[in-house]
């Protein structure tokens, strides 16, 4: 039972343009959200993050916007650098059990010259 | 900064062995975390603890242990190493209640 979601496993993007990168989750009980970036051989790096009770946070290039409603998340990096190209993992928990994350499947972002 | 490190990063072991993982963090998390990374599948927890001594299975925790006997250090274990083991191994490290992960480089093990 996969509760958080990548549909996209894979995204290519120029240069210069926006990447959008999708998560969904179905634990109604996840309160916060996290982004992890991954290269190859090299262990994952928090990126970003929002609790549920914002709709969007954003540092630098990167912005991740948050529908609980809709259960879905989003994170947008604009503008796309080559050295944006990795493995992008979404991470959910819920902060009463603390500590616990659980990640979706992962979208390989390339950009593009 | 944060250190957490993976006593290996290549492996080959062969089925049937048994395989010790070991990770190591520096700055006092209470909390550990083994995952395995695989393609198509993403990160899935294995074995997790909040405390020294302490240990909680995950999502996958069949065909695996792990010990922590000191707060620094967490093991993981295959007692009969099989090559759908074959993986890429990650240890991460929590603070409290925080909710950022810390993760080691990896250890990318191939059972043959």
């Known amino acids: 039972d996969q509760q958080v979601k990548q549909n996209s496993p894979s995204l290519s993007v120029q240069e210069g343009r926006i990447s959008i990168l999708n998560c969904d989750y179905t634990?109604?009980?996840?309160?916060?959200f996290l982004w992890y970036k991954k290269y190859p051989a090299e262990g994952p790096t928090f990126l970003i993050s929002i609790s549920s009770i914002k709709d969007k946070n954003e540092d630098g290039r990167f912005t991740v916007f948050l529908n609980k409603s809709a259960k879905h998340l989003s994170l947008h990096i604009v503008p796309s650098q080559p050295g944006d190209s990795a493995v992008y993992f979404c991470?959910?928990?819920?902060?009463?059990?603390?500590?616990?994350?659980?990640f979706g499947t992962g979208t390989r972002l390339q950009v593009t010259l | 900064d944060v250190k957490v490190t993976q006593s290996s990063r290549y492996l080959v072991k062969r089925t049937g062995e048994k395989v010790f993982l070991e990770c190591v963090q520096d700055m006092d998390h209470e909390n550990m975390f083994w995952y395995r990374q695989d393609p198509g599948l993403g990160l899935r927890l294995i074995y997790f603890?909040?405390?020294?001594?302490?240990?909680e299975k995950g999502d996958i925790p069949e065909g695996y242990s792990v010990s922590r006997e000191k707060k620094e250090r967490f093991s993981l274990i295959l007692e009969s190493a099989s090559t759908n083991q074959t993986s890429m191994y990650l240890c991460?490290?929590?603070?409290?209640?925080?909710?950022?992960?810390?993760f080691g480089q990896g250890t990318r093990l191939t059972v043959v």
């Open positions: 991470a959910a928990t819920n902060t009463g059990t603390a500590s616990k994350l659980t």
């Open positions: 634990n109604s009980m996840f309160d916060y």
């Open positions: 991460a490290s929590v603070r409290g209640r925080d909710t950022e992960a810390f």
């Open positions: 603890s909040y405390d020294v001594k302490m240990k």
